[in-house]
């Protein structure tokens, strides 16, 4: 399945995202499989969560069923019993493509930038794509790591300004689009705005309004394909 998390709803944490989808699946009716054992857990598989905070149109999960439903009655049914904000896009019967985590190889970001000058991030963005390496700190559950932001980074582009919302004249506004490679650690748009204050000390005065827009298996051209559609067509991910 493809769900949305958007609007005020971008701030529910997975944890709790995770919590409602399974009262929506009750609510629903939905014959969902349990795994075996003394504490028996609903058949639910998540891939590449987005980050608390940031909106999205391309989340990622699996659920496995005690008998088979109509995958679009079932979207349905699901997007119904979730708030609006959390918006069922998507839903397909999983084939002989692999894994959702096999299939999720790159992401593509769009970052809002309020009070930004575009030519200022043009700059920037130029900056950090001629960097070979760019080191950036953020704290994970295993403390705070040091790593590379610039390698994972695919493509990185100021959009032109016919394409940014319009807002008052007075108060500039950029936008960011990033293509970012899957990678160990993941490389995550706040990772992105941290190597621009490295290399060019880039520094957002406002909070950056941040949408994943696609994530998927990476073609040759450095297109993201959608990975239910290996499911849809009935092809596997590797003859793509």
Known sequence: ???????????????????????????????????????????????????????????????????????????????????????????????????????IEASRWRIELPEVDPAALQRAVADFTAAEEIQVERMTKQGRRTFDARGAVISIDVLPSSETPSRAAAVPCAILEVVVRQVTPSVRPDDVLSGLRVVADLEPPVAPKVIRLEQGTLTAQGEIVDPLDADRDGAAIGER
């Open 1 to 103: 399945m493809r769900y949305a998390k958007r609007g005020p709803l971008r701030f529910t944490s997975h944890r709790d995202f995770a919590r409602a989808f399974e009262r929506a699946l009750r609510r629903a009716g939905v014959p969902i499989a349990f795994s075996q054992g003394f504490t028996p857990h609903p058949k639910i598989s998540y891939a590449s969560a987005a980050p608390t905070g940031v909106a999205s149109e391309a989340e990622y999960l699996e659920i496995g069923l005690r008998e088979p439903v109509d995958p679009e009655q079932l979207r349905i049914a699901l997007d119904a019993a979730l708030s609006p904000g959390l918006d069922v896009l998507d839903a397909v019967e999983a084939g002989g493509g692999g894994g959702l985590a096999d299939r």
